[in-house]
């Protein structure tokens, strides 16, 4: 495997359910992701992790849950999601989290649809 | 608030130029950021600018000028594979990413 890869790469769940979004980097970068990108929308930063501790929480509901436990690896839980939850859901790493030149790796995404 | 602004669509013709102009309203500056989006793919990334000026990379170009808020990216001679989404994204003063929408463009023979 090279680069990002996330996992799986469509979710169908219901607004009970209890599921977990995995991405793994193979770059050996320090610093990891989570975006949601809704239709017509810009990025929308979730989380931020460097060296696996969380940098970034921008006032994302409880119902998603943050894991990094290692630098390689990021998980998103979620629970008791709403409809407008559903979008794509992308993981990215990058070398730094905290410097001027940022370039980020994104995954291919998780397609999430919450009925 | 912080704000970036680029056009939702336009449409060039294969073997053309066109330019995708981005402009950015943010708290602190550290570097503006064009990536391309294909449908149902990854955000890839294409150039970074952090000083004003033009920055060439084959067929693409980008341009800043921090003074008025505003970049560009030129595509010239226009190939469909570059049927896609453009975003412009600023790294504020914390370094993180502000993004905005996107352009969508779309090329015609």
């Known amino acids: 495997e090279t680069g990002v890869t996330q996992t799986p790469r469509h979710l169908v769940m219901g607004m009970t359910n209890k599921k977990s979004l995995k991405c793994e980097q193979h770059l050996g970068h320090n610093a990891m992701y989570w975006y949601k990108q809704s239709a017509k929308k810009p990025l929308e930063l979730m989380f931020v992790y460097s060296l696996e501790e969380r940098v970034e929480n921008n006032s994302v509901p409880s119902r998603f849950s943050p894991e990094c436990p290692n630098s390689s690896h990021l998980f998103l839980h979620l629970h008791t999601l709403q409809p407008e939850d559903s979008a794509l859901y992308l993981c990215a790493s990058s070398q730094s989290s905290e410097s001027s030149y940022n370039e980020q790796f994104f995954g291919p995404g998780t397609r999430l649809t919450v009925l | 608030g912080q704000n970036i602004d680029q056009p939702t669509e336009m449409t060039a013709t294969e073997g053309a130029i066109v330019q995708i102009n981005c402009t950015y309203q943010?708290?602190?500056?550290?570097?503006l950021f064009w990536y391309q989006q294909h449908a149902g793919e990854a955000p890839t990334f294409l150039s970074y600018n952090v000083l004003d000026g033009l920055e060439e990379k084959g067929r693409f170009s980008s341009f800043l000028s921090r003074s008025k808020g505003y970049s560009y990216l030129l595509l010239k001679e226009l190939q469909m594979k570059d049927s896609a989404s453009y975003l412009c994204a600023v790294a504020d003063s914390n370094y993180q990413l502000i993004w905005g929408a996107g352009t969508k463009l779309i090329i015609k023979p």
């Open positions: 943010t708290s602190g500056f550290n570097g």
